[in-house]
C-alpha cells in the first residue's frame, strides 16, 4: 500500500538502462530547430530502435529463426569507453589489456551492457552516436561489418569542422577493430580475415575504412 498516495497510483519507475526522461512531450518536437536534446533523450531513441530491431522481425528474415538482426545500437556512455581505452592504448605502449580497460567495451559487443542488446556477430550494421564536444556538436556513425567501415553521416560543414570530426572517427575504427579480435567476433561472425575481400588486405588496427557520407542537408 506504500506505492498509493492521495489518490493515485505512484508505480515505481523502470529504468531501461537509461536515465529517466520525465517530459514525454520532447518527443513529438524532436523535428524542431529549438529543440535540446541530452544524453538520455538519444538513449531513449537507442533504446526503442534496439528494441524494434530485436522484436519486429524483418522481412528477409521471416521464418529464418538463425538469420542475423540487421542492426543493433549503442548508448551515449560507448564514446566514453572509446575514449579512455584509446587513451590506453596510446600510454601503455599500445597494450590493449592495460588496466582491464577492455572490458567495458567488450560487454558492449558481447551484449551484456544494455537492455534489448543483442551480440554484434548476429547483426549487419551497429548505429552509434557521437557528441563532438569541441564543437557542441552531434554525428552519426553506421559501424557496417559487411563493408568494412564506419560510414558518417554529419550535417554540418565549415573550416576546421573535419579534422576533429575525423580524429574521434579514426578512435572508433582503430579500438573497435582491436576489441573484436579479443572478443573473437570474426570467428563468431564466420568472418576469415585472410581471404574475406574487404579485410584480408588490412593490419589487425585498422580494419575498418572511415567514409564521410556527402551531399547531406545542412
Same mark, same amino acid.
Given at each position: 500500500?506504500?506505492?498509493?498516495?492521495?489518490?493515485?497510483?505512484? @508505480?515505481? !519507475?523502470?529504468?531501461? %538502462?537509461?536515465? /529517466?526522461?520525465?517530459?514525454?512531450?520532447?518527443?513529438?518536437?524532436?523535428?524542431?530547430?529549438?529543440?535540446?536534446?541530452?544524453?538520455?533523450? =538519444?538513449?531513449?531513441?537507442?533504446?526503442? *530502435?534496439?528494441?524494434?530491431?530485436?522484436? +519486429?522481425? $524483418?522481412?528477409?528474415?521471416?521464418?529464418?529463426?538463425?538469420?542475423?538482426?540487421?542492426?543493433? /545500437? +549503442?548508448?551515449?556512455?560507448?564514446?566514453?569507453?572509446?575514449?579512455?581505452?584509446?587513451?590506453?592504448?596510446?600510454?601503455?605502449?599500445?597494450? *590493449?589489456?592495460?588496466?582491464? $580497460?577492455? $572490458?567495458?567495451? =567488450?560487454?558492449? @559487443?558481447?551484449?551484456?551492457?544494455? $537492455?534489448?542488446? +543483442?551480440?554484434?556477430? /548476429?547483426?549487419?550494421? &551497429?548505429?552509434?552516436? &557521437?557528441? &563532438?564536444?569541441?564543437?557542441?556538436?552531434?554525428?552519426?556513425? @553506421?559501424?557496417?561489418?559487411?563493408?568494412?567501415?564506419?560510414?558518417?553521416?554529419?550535417?554540418?560543414?565549415?573550416? %576546421?569542422?573535419?579534422?576533429?570530426?575525423?580524429?574521434? @572517427?579514426? !578512435?572508433?575504427? /582503430? &579500438? =573497435?577493430?582491436?576489441? *573484436?579480435?579479443?572478443?573473437?567476433?570474426?570467428?563468431?561472425?564466420? =568472418?576469415?580475415?585472410?581471404?574475406?575481400?574487404?579485410?584480408?588486405?588490412?593490419?589487425?588496427?585498422?580494419?575498418?575504412? +572511415?567514409?564521410?557520407?556527402?551531399? *547531406?542537408?545542412?
Amino acid at each position: 500500500m506504500d506505492h498509493y498516495k492521495r489518490g493515485k497510483s505512484e @508505480i515505481p !519507475k523502470m529504468h531501461f %538502462g537509461v536515465e /529517466t526522461v520525465e517530459d514525454k512531450n520532447w518527443f513529438y518536437t524532436m523535428g524542431f530547430a529549438d529543440q535540446t536534446w541530452t544524453y538520455s533523450h =538519444i538513449d531513449v531513441c537507442l533504446y526503442y *530502435l534496439r528494441k524494434k530491431s530485436k522484436y +519486429v522481425p $524483418h522481412s528477409s528474415c521471416k521464418n529464418e529463426p538463425n538469420k542475423s538482426y540487421k542492426y543493433s /545500437t +549503442v548508448d551515449c556512455n560507448f564514446m566514453n569507453a572509446i575514449r579512455s581505452l584509446n587513451d590506453v592504448y596510446f600510454m601503455e605502449h599500445q597494450n *590493449l589489456n592495460a588496466g582491464g $580497460h577492455e $572490458h567495458h567495451l =567488450i560487454e558492449y @559487443i558481447n551484449e551484456f551492457r544494455m $537492455h534489448f542488446a +543483442v551480440p554484434w556477430h /548476429t547483426v549487419e550494421d &551497429i548505429v552509434i552516436p &557521437i557528441n &563532438i564536444k569541441e564543437k557542441h556538436h552531434w554525428v552519426l556513425a @553506421i559501424l557496417s561489418f559487411s563493408e568494412s567501415g564506419v560510414f558518417l553521416y554529419d550535417s554540418y560543414e565549415s573550416s %576546421g569542422h573535419y579534422a576533429v570530426v575525423l580524429a574521434e @572517427i579514426e !578512435k572508433i575504427a /582503430t &579500438i =573497435i577493430s582491436l576489441c *573484436l579480435q579479443a572478443s573473437d567476433f570474426y570467428v563468431k561472425k564466420g =568472418i576469415d580475415l585472410q581471404n574475406h575481400p574487404r579485410y584480408k588486405d588490412k593490419e589487425s588496427s585498422d580494419m575498418f575504412d +572511415v567514409l564521410f557520407e556527402d551531399d *547531406l542537408p545542412q
